[in-house]
């Protein structure tokens, strides 16, 4: 299962709207700062950086947004992966399902705090990684712990939780609900610049 594998650094699957979907990101999330704690969606860099951490071929993404790393996963994942995107917000899922087709990906509106629940509902065992967009720094710590907590439960022996974080405030969390926690980046060719968490069960 934690065979590395490769991903491709071009070739990411183009969005059908890509003019659009920035501005339908910036307009839900000026709607739901808290909840989108960014104005903007994630460049292709830090897409390639949180792809490249990705092991297995169950793959959960909390957060997709408008999918700015969901087609990184898509383009490193073979055949027989799987990606279950959860995310909270009905318009940028809707609009998710309909600009990123791919037959592995499923798009699911719901709650990443209930991660295991959604799981068990598709009758998937655990994730072997589990991708957050989820804006920690932005939401209640309540709601962190028990998006974490869930991830945490979610996650194969031997998996991955990768996060992106604009700031490293949240690392005692992080160490609270994980092993081993490992920090690359910053990513400066993102805006904001970003690090990527990388928590290990
Ligand atoms: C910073 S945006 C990241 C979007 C995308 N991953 C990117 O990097 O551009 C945060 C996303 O997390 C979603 N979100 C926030 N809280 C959530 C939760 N509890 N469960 C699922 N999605 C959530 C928001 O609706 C938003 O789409």
Known sequence: MDSA???????VAPFRN???DPFLFARQAMASPRRFGAILPSGSALGHVMA???RGHTIVELGPGSGSIT???LNGLGP???IL????DEGIAAHLQQNLRDPRLTV???DASHLDGWLSAMGWDGADSIVSGIPFQSIPAPARDAVLSSARRSLSPTGRFIAFQYGLRLLPTFREHFRRVRVIGPIWRNLPPAYVVV???
């Open 5 to 11: 594998r490769s991903f491709a650094t071009a070739d």
């Open 18 to 20: 890509q003019w659009i």
């Open 52 to 54: 490249r951490m990705v």
């Open 71 to 73: 087609r990184h996963l």
């Open 80 to 82: 027989a992966g799987r």
């Open 85 to 88: 995107a959860l995310e909270l």
């Open 108 to 110: 699911q509106v719901g």
């Open 199 to 201: 928590g290990h069960p």
